[in-house]
């Protein structure tokens, strides 16, 4: 647990970087400090490891004031990652890695296999940990930067806009692999972003800061987004708030409609008598294929098997209780039915959702959410 | 050009470029020697660096035939008074480039080493000097070069080297001496310098090729 008290940083020119700040990270979790750019993140963030010294008030990390201990020891059980990686040009990928063992007196056998390890762990070939830095591609570096703050199992890891360096696409996997590495790992770890859709994917907890090192908002990220405390904060998270917030609705206990859904050898008379503006065809005995509207039907024989009718695209499906309820609105928006076709974990077909369940569904996720909040 | 001549005396030749190769190499080391530990307090200490520079800028404008009379009083008409007015230009040369080679280190490498515990000494002297290495290297490359040029000066207080072959050649209307004399001068240089890509290659195998 890291626990900010009533900490102030003031930098020589007179800036207030950081200004009376309270704040708990508690153990194991991912607490995100998210704000706009110069508002004291990164200085709240190196206060913790001690490369800024506080003005005024204490940091506890796990219980001890990092201000009485000696800043190489405090350090070296605290994992940093930084948006340049900050990895030694001059040293493999496996020695960068292996960096912090290697200072804590493993032995360079030793502490090269667990580099080789760790390169796995986060998702890389351990064979690149010959190669030099300036060998990886960006996001292979970021890759080596978590790898190497995770070397001697450090308790806790700051992440000073980890990510921010790569492309979307990259971003998004890095994201998805702290998250998994978390489950895994339950390090207490804090991350700085200016990015409020990392903020909210990746925090358990996240700090949202005003300008000048004040905390707008402190909470989980539907907190945030269901209840901001006030016009700064709801600025602050978009306008499509609304929408991201769906990402935290399940979709487990819907009403799904199996009524327009038939075997591929069903026939258009069949189809017809469900009375649905759209019917959705599937095969090998439920793989969803294609959406076929009414009047295609009334163009075709009765007896036709659905099977032989063009169909439209119904490529984008959710999964049902796995998914969010915005993968579902997603899902309806790009059907050609307006309707969202859930499917099961073996992908088979579920049942459809139209616009009105949805909105019903969100309706009835709000109220719950509103009613936890009163209790 | 005299062919016959450079076998026939092949052996002063040999020596004249082996006090050559000493005379450019050796000041140039204790100038390096000299100027790690002043260009690592003039990086570490910003106020510190100006007044150095200015210093060595000053030594470096003195005349080198001016340095090398001045030295007599102290030193006489020797090799050791070349070797001390050499190494004073060398570390004029290096000591820049430890400063740049130093300033150079990517910040967020330093900052790295900082955060996973590095003390200042063992950050110097395992991450921001092997990262310096290059820029140190480029200078010692021309105060090598420049030391065996500057060398021949001491011809003028009679320290010999391959400038005697000028003098020589000059007071004996003798031109394939004069000839000789460079080309040797300036194959030494360029095999020394060489070197040096050598070394720098093996201590920086992380470097793009
Ligand atoms: N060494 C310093 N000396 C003086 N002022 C500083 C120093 N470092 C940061 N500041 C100032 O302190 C404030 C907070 O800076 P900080 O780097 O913590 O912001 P940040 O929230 O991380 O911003 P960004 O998102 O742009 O990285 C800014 O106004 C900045 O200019
Ligand atoms: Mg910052």
Redesign the pocket.
């Known amino acids: 647990m890291i626990t900010f008290e009533r900490v102030t940083k003031r930098?020589?020119?007179g800036?207030v970087?950081v200004d009376a700040l309270d704040l708990e990270v508690p153990a194991g979790k991912t607490m995100v400090l998210v704000?706009p750019?110069?508002?004291?993140?990164?200085?709240s963030l190196r206060m913790i490891n001690r490369l800024v010294e506080p003005t005024e008030g204490r940091i506890l990390v796990d219980g001890r004031d990092a201000l009485r201990q000696d800043p190489v020891k405090l350090r070296r059980g605290i994992g940093y990652v930084i948006q340049q990686t900050g990895l030694f040009p001059h040293r493999t990928i496996e020695d960068n890695v292996a960096t912090v063992p290697l200072l804590l007196g493993a032995r360079r056998a030793a502490a090269r296999g667990r580099a080789r390890e760790l390169l796995e762990l986060v998702g890389l070939d351990p064979a690149l940990g010959r190669r030099y830095p300036r060998q990886l591609s960006g996001g292979q570096q970021q890759r080596v930067g978590v790898a190497r703050a995770l070397a001697a199992d450090p308790p806790v890891l700051l992440m000073d806009e980890p990510f921010s360096a790569v492309d979307p696409v990259v971003r998004a996997s890095l994201q998805d692999e702290l998250i998994r590495l978390q489950t895994e790992l339950r390090k207490t770890v804090v991350l700085?972003t200016?990015d409020v859709e990392e903020a909210i994917k990746v925090g358990d907890q996240v700090a949202l800061y005003r300008p000048h090192g004040t905390l707008a908002q402190v909470g989980e990220p539907e907190d945030l987004l269901g209840a901001p405390a006030d016009d700064y904060v709801r600025d602050f998270v978009g306008f499509d708030r609304g929408i991201r917030r769906l990402s935290f609705f399940g979709t487990g206990d819907l009403d799904l409609d199996t009524s327009p859904v038939l075997a591929g050898d069903a026939t258009v008379a069949d189809a017809v008598s469900t009375g649905a503006p759209w019917v959705l065809v599937t095969a090998d005995g439920g793989r969803p294929t294609g959406w076929v509207p009414r009047h295609r039907l009334d163009a075709a024989g009765s007896a036709t098997a659905l099977r032989d009718l063009a169909a439209d695209h119904c490529e984008h499906t959710f999964t049902a209780g796995t998914d969010s309820l915005r993968a579902a609105l997603d899902a309806a928006v790009l059907s050609p039915a307006g309707q969202a076709v859930a499917v099961d974990g073996a992908g088979k077909t579920a049942g459809v959702l139209g616009y009105e369940q949805i909105r019903a569904a969100i309706a009835a996720r709000a109220a719950d959410g509103a009613r936890g909040k009163d209790r | 050009m005299d062919w016959s001549w450079i076998p026939s005396n092949s052996g002063q030749i040999l020596q004249l470029t082996g006090e050559n190769a000493y005379l450019g190499i050796v000041p140039a080391l204790i100038g390096l020697v000299i100027a790690l530990p002043l260009g690592i307090a003039a990086a570490r200490w910003n106020w510190f660096y100006p007044p150095t520079l200015t210093v060595l800028n000053i030594i470096y404008a003195i005349p080198s035939l001016a340095l090398f009379i001045a030295l007599i009083p102290a030193f006489g008409l020797t090799d050791t008074n070349v070797v001390i007015a050499l190494t004073l230009y060398s570390l004029c040369v290096i000591t820049p480039n430890v400063v740049a080679g130093l300033r150079a280190v990517p910040a967020a490498a330093r900052q790295a080493a900082t955060a996973m515990g590095y003390g200042p000494a063992r950050r110097l002297l395992t991450v921001e000097l092997p990262l310096a290495v290059p820029v140190i290297i480029a200078g010692l490359r021309v105060a090598v070069v420049s030391g065996i040029s500057l060398a021949s000066i001491g011809q003028l207080i009679g320290v010999s080297q391959l400038g005697y072959l000028f003098i020589d050649g000059l007071q004996r209307s003798f031109p394939t001496e004069v000839y000789v004399g460079l080309v040797l001068i300036i194959a030494l240089a360029i095999v020394c310098d060489l070197l040096l890509v050598g070394v720098r290659r093996i201590l920086t195998p992380w470097e793009a090729r």
Do not use: R
């Not at chain 1, 750019?37 to 200085?43: E, L």
């Open positions: 930098y020589a020119d800036t970087a704000g750019s110069g508002c004291g993140k990164t200085t700085v200016h």
